[in-house]
């Protein structure tokens, strides 16, 4: 049991006794470390109750407290009524040895075992290459993705897409118009085209295998530009080390017999009316300023229904946890479909919605302009190209998701402790570099180390943030923020590189050097764990 629990468990305990329940206190960390490393503000929540100052009640408290001295070293109430606990130097010491044990909670959580789970994210339909709002989308989901293998889920990563529809049509019509001007005929083009170098390679790839002499319309333009558009967005993916295991395609649920029948159960419901041929979905009766269209008055489904469809067959499939991850353009959208889905008998509560904020590219100050119409965009492609994959997937997720994302070009190339992802790999590949000078001057790590030599007052501090990470993977798995995970590695290699500067792991003691060795390697190894949820490399050399 970890001191927060032994804590609460013994404040629980001692109000039981004082015929006092559904007392819901706060035990945080101390906001100043000279009064203890944890406090609660039990006393102050019941100073109504027990119609007494809030610095007698705590310590009535603290005196019927009983806690084991060897985790608990001190306890002190101070001004206006917080009861303060300092965890003792020797169980931070012990949290070293199991942190080595690879069987320890450090390693994986057991919340989702024997669970499954499916994450919905990218989901572009195949229109053009990957834009960096994509990448941002992807490594969120990807990283969620992680976190919860993290805690034992049996998870799917999903892509949903639609290869039909007017987006479609018209990038079968940009190849078409290229190819015709390829082979040396006007064009009446369209400034609705889609005008990127890559509609012109896939129109010199469709003359080199198809010849030059295609009629209008034929539909080998919009095959050959969706597999190849495809094929390069899974390539993209891949290189930042996306791998998905559900490709689903948008065309496998909207079948006339399932249009039907949802739009029977939503009649049956009286939740859908026939206007100007369309017809209409009530959300007004959710709260919405306006109704929403499932059909447009020429007989094409509006993308509401297609989701509606989607998501139906997704809590089919009987999850214990469902993720989308959407952009802020679906914050309008997304809860009609779960609206609709509640009004025909699903029960949603197993579905998390994430919605994340767009992204702008800043080189030398200034703005990158993007428009996916015009190609004037620096693909993800280009971009992990111009600084890797390693910084791709940190700088993506370094921000609140909710928060608009300024990817700095400049700072994303620096290779100097200005990067935060060299800041961490470093700090990874400084403890290899220690691991191997120790051994050759024949220290290295050995079971029977003395952990209490782990006194130094950066070793402590070290140790506490060490101690964090299972609490931080916790919180992580409800918030399914990832940048909470980046904003405690940095403080993890914050704390180490001041353990460096102040304490020699290598001296002429080879006891602390054993101690310190084994310490160190407890550093990396979870300094190496968090960086693998993230999807970043741990180096061994830089």
């Not at 931070?92 to 390693?107: E, R």
């Amino acid at each position: 049991m970890n001191p927060k629990e032994l804590i609460s468990q013994a404040l629980n305990k001692v109000l039981s006794e004082m015929k006092i329940s559904d007392v819901n206190f706060d035990l945080s960390p101390s906001k100043d470390p000279k009064f203890g490393d944890l406090s609660t503000n039990v006393a102050m929540l019941l100073t109504k109750r027990l119609e007494n100052k809030p610095t007698d009640i705590a310590n009535k408290i603290v005196d019927n407290l009983v806690l084991d001295k060897n985790i608990i070293s001190e306890i002190n109430v101070t001004q206006p009524g917080f009861i303060n606990f300092r965890i003792s130097n020797a169980y931070y010491q012990s949290i070293v040895k199991t942190i080595l044990d690879k069987n320890s909670n450090f390693y994986f959580g057991e919340i989702g075992q024997d669970k499954t789970a499916n994450v919905e994210f990218v989901s572009a339909n195949p229109t053009g290459p990957l834009s960096v709002g994509h990448g941002r989308q992807a490594v969120i989901g990807d990283t969620v993705a992680n976190i919860l293998q993290w805690h034992g889920y049996d998870v799917e990563r999903e892509y949903y897409y639609n290869d039909g529809g007017k987006q479609m049509r018209i990038l079968g019509k940009s190849v078409e118009g290229r190819y015709y001007q390829e082979v040396g005929e006007d064009v009446d083009w369209s400034d609705d085209y889609y005008q990127g170098e890559y509609i012109k390679d896939i129109a010199k790839e469709i003359i080199n295998k198809h010849g030059n002499d295609l009629q209008a319309d034929d539909p080998i333009f919009r095959k050959i530009a969706e597999e190849k558009i495809f094929g390069n967005i899974r390539e993209t993916l891949e290189k930042i080390g996306i791998v998905f295991d559900i490709f689903s395609n948008e065309k496998n649920y909207i079948t006339q017999e399932a249009i039907d029948n949802l739009l029977a159960e939503l009649s049956n419901k009286d939740l859908i009316y026939k206007d100007d041929g369309a017809t209409w979905f009530k959300t007004t009766k959710f709260g919405k300023e306006q109704d929403r269209v499932l059909i447009k008055s020429s007989g094409e489904p509006a993308y509401r229904l297609p989701d509606i469809l989607y998501h139906k067959d997704k809590f089919d499939r009987k999850y214990d946890l469902l993720i989308d991850i959407f952009g802020t353009d679906h914050i309008d959208a997304y809860p009609d479909v779960i609206s609709a889905l509640e009004e025909i008998g699903y029960d949603t509560s197993s579905l998390k919605v994430l919605i994340h904020q767009f992204v702008t590219l800043i080189k030398a100050g200034e703005k990158v302009k993007m428009s996916t119409r015009k190609a004037d965009f620096v693909t993800l492609d280009e971009l992990t190209h111009l600084v890797g994959k390693d910084v791709v997937r940190y700088f993506f997720i370094m921000r609140g998701m909710n928060t608009h994302l300024n990817f700095d070009l400049e700072l994303a190339q620096d290779q100097s402790d200005k990067n935060p992802v060299y800041y961490l790999q470093y700090a990874h590949a400084r403890i290899c570099n220690i691991i191997r000078h120790g051994e050759q001057r024949g220290i290295s790590f050995k079971d029977d180390y003395d952990p209490a030599l782990l006194k130094h007052t950066s070793e402590i501090d070290l140790i506490k943030i060490l101690a964090q990470f299972p609490d931080i993977m916790e919180t992580v798995l409800e918030s399914l923020e990832p940048r909470v995970i980046a904003n405690y590695l940095q403080s993890l290699a914050t704390a180490f590189h001041k353990f460096y500067t102040e304490c020699h792991v290598i001296t002429d003691d080879i006891e602390l050097s054993q101690a310190r060795i084994a310490f160190v390697i407890a550093t990396k190894n979870i300094l190496a764990e968090g960086l693998k949820i993230l999807g970043i490399a741990a180096p061994e050399r830089m």
